[in-house]
């Protein structure tokens, strides 16, 4: 599966963006990851189908939206009230195989293929 991550950029904090994820198949899964300069990665959010369940990081609950066009085989994030503390290269994750759980949804290794991540710079 190839992704394509876009939508990254410069944004004032309290701003939003809608980052992007171009896949080549449809999926079963996919989730947007953050990694911050010396930090771990990050889960930021997650949506499967066909049930559409949704989950969201704690960092980014209440101000993160994931959503898909079906017709466009792709997958939006969307974030509101931007902090500094977004600033991340933020990458796109998507499952192939069938039945992922709730529990694996925010779990990196559940993801088979990864885009190539797209970088958010968040200033005050």
């Known amino acids: 599966v190839q992704l394509q991550a876009s939508g990254g950029g410069f944004v004032q904090a309290g701003g939003s963006l809608r980052l992007s994820c171009a896949a080549s198949v449809s999926l079963n899964a996919l989730a947007w990851f953050r990694q911050a300069p010396g930090k771990e990665r990050e889960f930021v959010a997650a949506?499967?189908?066909?049930?559409?369940?949704?989950v969201y990081g704690d960092s980014v609950k209440g101000r993160a939206t994931i959503s898909r066009d079906n017709a466009k085989n792709t997958v939006y994030l969307e974030m509101i009230s931007l902090k500094p503390e977004d600033t991340a290269v933020y990458y796109c994750?998507?499952?192939?195989?069938?039945?992922?759980?709730?529990?694996?949804?925010?779990?990196?290794?559940?993801?088979?293929?990864w885009g190539q991540g797209t970088q958010v710079t968040v200033f005050q």
């Open positions: 949506r499967r189908w066909p049930d559409r369940y949704t």
């Open positions: 994750a998507a499952r192939t195989r069938r039945g992922i759980i709730v529990s694996q949804m925010a779990v990196d290794t559940a993801y088979d293929d």
